[in-house]
């Protein structure tokens, strides 16, 4: 069962930020914990009705928001955000309609005000949120991880993968495509520091 769904808009400046944090969270969680439309819905499947699913089985929603999370626009120069058929705005309001716990994550960027967003999506606005900066990602989402193993005491702790080094960083390979925003392969480390990876 899917504990944590990963909400997020693949046209984000951050995108590639919800790869990271779906390989934090699964090294914690366990990889069937975690739900990330491009990693979790099988070949063939119906995936709408995945996504949607997913979303009712999950203990919590994360809305992972970038610099372009709310003014992303669609073919018609409109705010995404704004239409109905939009899947962020149909996964949140799903979420918000059967009671799960919602978090926004912000990817080092501002709060959201009310006046920024549908009036639908404006509870929002109340709910707890964290950010995850880039020069201190190991310790943001350590927090996260904590406060979400606190607060749904379903999650189960998965002691992280070690690596040939034996420092426990798991390698994330062939991270292909993230909306358009990052291809290539990528070690999880430690991104207080700058540098190649190990």
Same mark, same amino acid.
């Given at each position: 069962m899917t504990q944590i769904f990963l909400n997020y808009r693949s046209e984000d400046d951050e995108a590639f930020g919800v790869a990271m944090l779906d390989q934090a969270l699964s090294d914690r969680f366990g990889d069937d914990a975690v739900f990330l439309a491009s990693k979790s819905v099988e070949l063939g499947s119906a995936w709408e009705t995945d996504m949607f699913e997913a979303v009712k089985e999950s203990s919590a /929603?994360?809305?992972?928001? !970038?610099?372009?999370? /709310?003014?992303?626009?669609?073919?018609? !120069? %409109? #705010?995404?955000? &704004?239409?109905? *058929?939009?899947?962020?705005?149909?996964?949140?309001?799903?979420? /918000?309609?059967? %009671? *799960? *716990?919602?978090?926004?994550?912000?990817?080092?960027?501002?709060?959201?005000?009310?006046? &920024?967003? $549908?009036?639908?999506?404006? $509870?929002?606005i109340s709910r707890q949120d964290i950010e995850v900066r880039f020069r201190n990602y190991?310790? &943001?989402?350590?927090?996260?991880?904590? #406060?979400?193993?606190?607060?749904? $005491?379903?999650?189960?702790?998965?002691a992280p993968s070690r690596t040939a080094d034996g420092h426990g960083r798991k390698p994330v390979d062939s991270v292909t495509r993230i909306g358009n925003q990052f291809n290539g392969a990528f070690h999880f480390r430690d991104f207080n520091n700058y540098g190649p990876a190990d």
């Open positions: /929603l994360l809305v992972i928001m !970038g610099r372009r999370w /709310l003014d992303a626009k669609d073919e018609n !120069g %409109g #705010r995404r955000i &704004d239409d109905p *058929k939009d899947f962020v705005r149909r996964e949140i309001l799903t979420a /918000l309609e059967l %009671g *799960k *716990k919602v978090i926004p994550v912000r990817l080092a960027c501002k709060r959201l005000k009310a006046d &920024d967003l $549908p009036e639908e999506l404006r $509870p929002l190991r310790v &943001d989402v350590e927090l996260l991880a904590q #406060r979400l193993r606190q607060e749904l $005491p379903e999650l189960r702790k998965v």
